[in-house]
Nanobody
């Protein structure tokens, strides 16, 4: 059965850090681009970061550059998002997404990140 399972969310004070994980099941992880998105209350879902299938290329939203790092371990079928210097405006539900041209798109169920000021 195909699914993505996120973990690592929680409540953290402003300036703190969290590491999100997203483990993949039921498909070939190593040939997929993986991305993290987030959705804050009342806002549209937005792209946070993405990483190519072998990890050689990464992209970040301007709002998280130099604070967040996306990485992946294809042997563990897991993608990570290291989040440092967190701000209250980073509060959102974070989702991982698996995608590749010509293949189905998969989303995880989301994990809540709350940053208190």
């Amino acid at each position: 059965q195909v699914h993505l399972v996120e973990s690592g969310g929680g409540v953290v004070q402003s300036g703190g850090s969290l590491r999100l994980s997203c483990e993949a099941f039921g498909f070939i992880f190593s040939d997929r681009v993986m991305s993290w998105y987030r959705q804050a209350p009342g806002k549209e879902r937005e792209l946070v970061a993405s990483i190519s299938s072998r990890g050689g290329t990464t992209n970040y939203a301007d709002s998280v550059k130099d604070r967040f790092t996306i990485s992946r371990d294809n042997a563990k079928k897991t993608v990570y998002l290291q989040m440092n210097s967190l701000k209250p405006e980073d509060t959102a539900v974070y989702y991982c997404k698996s995608h590749q041209i010509g293949r189905p798109v998969y989303w995880g169920q989301g994990t809540q990140v709350t940053v208190s000021s």
